[in-house]
Structures are given as C-alpha cells and as structure tokens.
C-alpha cells in the first residue's frame, strides 16, 4: 500500500511539470522568434519605426485572433476571415464617405460581421461536409463582392468624404487600439473561460457528438461562437479604417491563414476542445506578426515567405499533436 502511494506521489509532479511546459511553451516560443530575428536583421526587427508598424499588425490580428477562438475551440475552421473584414471594411468605408460619421460607418461594419457570420454558423450546422472547404470557397465569393462593390475604384479614401472626418496621430489610435484590444480581450476571457458559452464551446470541439448527448444545443451554440468571430473582425475593420483612413480589394487577404497560424502558435490545437484558450490569440497574433516581420526585413519574397511560414505552421503541429493526438476521443 505505501509503495503505491508513494509511486502516486512521484507521478504528480511529472503532471504539473509537462501542464506548467505545455504553457510557458507559446511565450518560449514568442521570445525565440524576436531573439532569432533580431539577430538576423541586425536589430531592425526592434527598431523605433519598425515597432510602430508591427503595433498597428498585431492588434488587427489578434483582434480577429481572439474572436476566433471560440470558433476553433468548438471545432470549426474559418478560413474566411480575412473576406469578412475585407467586405464589412469596404462597405463601411462607404458609409463613412457618404456620411462623415465613424459611428453609422462601425454600425454597418457590425451589421455586416454579424450577417455573415449568421451565415457561416448555418452553414456549418445544417451542411455536413467539412466546413473549412465552405470557408475557402466563401473566401473567394467574398473576394469578388468587394470586386464588384468597388467597380472601377482601386482603393477608397475616407478623405473624400461629405464631411470632414478626423484623422488620429499614431499615438491616439495607439492609445484607442490598445484600449479596445485589452477590453475585447476581457470580455471574452470571461465570456470563454466563466460562462456557459465556453462550456459548450469546449465540449462541442471535444467531441459534438457527445456534446449533443448531454444536452448541448449545438446550433444556437455554433451561431453564438461565429457571433463572437464576426465581433472581432468588425472591430479589427473599424480600428484598421481609423488607422489607414482607406479600404481596398487588398484589405485581409491572408488573415485567414495568419489567424490560423496564430492559434497554433499560440499553443491553441486545431481540434478546439478543453484546451482552448484565449490567451492563445493574444500571443500567437504577436508571435505570427514578428516572424512576417523578420522575414520580410530579411528580404525574402512573398513566396518564400509564405514557405517559411508553411514550414513553420506544419512543425508546430506536429510538434503540439504528441501530447494530445491519442486523447482525443472520436468526432
């Protein structure tokens, strides 16, 4: 009997010691890409001018990082999320021109995040296929609305608008994106980790069919968590409209694999489940926006960017997928 109690006793520390390694890893990670990158740029990754772009990158990132949370986590890949933005930006961007108000301009872009994400939760509970070939087919159908919203236009200009509207130095909308940033990331900490929303969220990416056998109304859930993605990307859509002052057919064109990467890095599996958690968007929307940073500073092509970023995405999967691959229980 004393011999299995102390065995016990040896085995807890081993728990808390690879749970305390499985969190720290992300943040290991972060500073591993700014040490990494800082020597190869010489120091330019860290420079004055150089922070102050990476700022405005990564709030429009985790932005839509954090709101995707409760997507992955209850076991959905949204791909679209960069199309989303791109068509709430553009139409609000119109709205702003016709009306010189930022409010009725943010009221549109909600509006429009919310439409479509009512939209994708539908899809994802009443069409049984895998949903992310719907997110990429919807990413390109967004692309060609904003195509035919924009007709001749190139780039919108919020400085055509009827009235004058005010533009922000780089410190307020510093001061303002922060701001926004930190209450967005407090109100879903809490709405993920402290109410019923994340339960269900969590169980659902666990495994939906149990979900539903415990009494888990997977359809409004699913509805719910696509709401909270469209919230992020229609703030990210006002904040980067504040900052640019312009809307174009450019605008999140790889969002949807930067919020994905994101979360991977940020120690968050792709499988959703229990072990979802928010802090993932916040940290790997930092960690994915210096290694853009320092590859491009590097000098490397858009291609050879992308490759990188690849290799990058598929060893942290297979990397994070040992400790959980044989946990899971079938979907």
Same mark, same amino acid.
């Given at each position: 009997?004393?011999?299995?109690?102390?065995?016990?006793?040896?085995?807890?520390?081993?728990?808390?010691?690879?749970?305390?390694?499985?969190?720290?890893?992300?943040?290991?990670?972060?500073?591993?890409?700014?040490?990494?990158?800082? =020597?190869?740029?010489?120091?330019?990754?860290?420079?004055?001018?150089?922070?102050?772009?990476?700022?405005?990158?990564?709030?429009?990132?985790?932005?839509?990082?954090?709101?995707?949370?409760?997507?992955?986590?209850?076991?959905?890949?949204?791909?679209?999320?960069?199309?989303?933005?791109?068509?709430?930006?553009?139409?609000?961007?119109?709205?702003? =021109?016709?009306?010189?108000?930022?409010?009725?301009?943010?009221?549109?872009?909600?509006?429009?995040?919310?439409?479509?994400?009512?939209?994708?939760?539908?899809?994802?509970?009443?069409?049984?296929?895998?949903?992310?070939?719907?997110?990429?087919?919807?990413?390109?159908?967004?692309?060609?609305?904003?195509?035919?919203?924009?007709?001749?236009?190139?780039?919108?200009?919020?400085?055509?608008?009827?009235?004058?509207?005010?533009?922000?130095?780089?410190?307020?909308?510093?001061?303002?994106?922060?701001?926004?940033?930190?209450?967005?990331?407090?109100?879903?900490?809490?709405?993920?980790?402290?109410?019923?929303?994340?339960?269900?969220?969590?169980?659902?990416?666990?495994?939906? =069919?149990?979900?539903?056998?415990?009494?888990?109304?997977?359809?409004?859930?699913?509805?719910?968590?696509?709401?909270?993605?469209?919230?992020?990307?229609?703030?990210?859509?006002?904040?980067?409209?504040?900052?640019?002052?312009?809307?174009?057919?450019?605008?999140?064109?790889?969002?949807?694999?930067?919020?994905?990467?994101?979360?991977?890095?940020?120690?968050?599996?792709?499988? /959703?489940?229990?072990?979802?958690?928010?802090?993932?968007?916040?940290?790997?929307?930092?960690?994915?926006?210096?290694?853009?940073?320092?590859?491009?500073?590097?000098?490397?092509?858009?291609?050879?960017?992308?490759?990188?970023? /690849?290799?990058?995405?598929?060893?942290?999967?297979?990397?994070?997928?040992?400790?959980?691959?044989?946990?899971?229980?079938?979907?």
């Amino acid at each position: 009997m004393e011999q299995k109690i102390e065995a016990k006793t040896r085995k807890a520390p081993s728990k808390i010691d690879a749970r305390l390694i499985g969190s720290l890893a992300p943040v290991a990670g972060l500073v591993l890409v700014v040490v990494v990158f800082s =020597i190869l740029t010489k120091g330019a990754l860290l420079s004055a001018s150089n922070l102050q772009a990476l700022a405005s990158s990564v709030i429009t990132t985790a932005m839509c990082a954090i709101g995707a949370v409760f997507v992955f986590g209850a076991g959905y890949f949204d791909m679209s999320m960069g199309g989303s933005l791109c068509i709430a930006a553009v139409l609000g961007a119109k709205v702003m =021109i016709a009306s010189g108000s930022y409010f009725l301009g943010f009221v549109v872009i909600l509006a429009i995040s919310m439409v479509l994400a009512i939209i994708k939760g539908l899809l994802a509970s009443y069409v049984n296929i895998p949903f992310f070939i719907f997110t990429i087919i919807l990413s390109s159908i967004f692309s060609a609305v904003v195509l035919v919203i924009m007709g001749s236009e190139t780039t919108i200009s919020l400085a055509s608008a009827a009235k004058a509207m005010r533009s922000f130095s780089f410190a307020e909308i510093s001061v303002i994106s922060v701001i926004v940033l930190a209450l967005f990331f407090g109100f879903c900490l809490v709405m993920f980790n402290y109410t019923p929303l994340g339960v269900k969220a969590k169980n659902m990416g666990g495994n939906i =069919i149990s979900a539903r056998q415990s009494g888990i109304n997977t359809t409004s859930t699913t509805l719910t968590v696509f709401l909270m993605g469209g919230l992020g990307v229609a703030l990210a859509a006002l904040l980067l409209l504040m900052r640019t002052r312009t809307a174009d057919a450019s605008m999140g064109g790889t969002l949807g694999t930067d919020v994905m990467v994101a979360l991977v890095l940020g120690g968050m599996p792709l499988s /959703g489940g229990p072990r979802s958690k928010i802090s993932a968007g916040l940290i790997g929307a930092v960690t994915i926006t210096f290694l853009n940073s320092g590859l491009a500073i590097m000098g490397l092509t858009t291609g050879q960017i992308q490759a990188t970023r /690849g290799v990058v995405f598929i060893i942290v999967v297979l990397v994070s997928s040992l400790s959980y691959r044989g946990k899971l229980l079938p979907r």
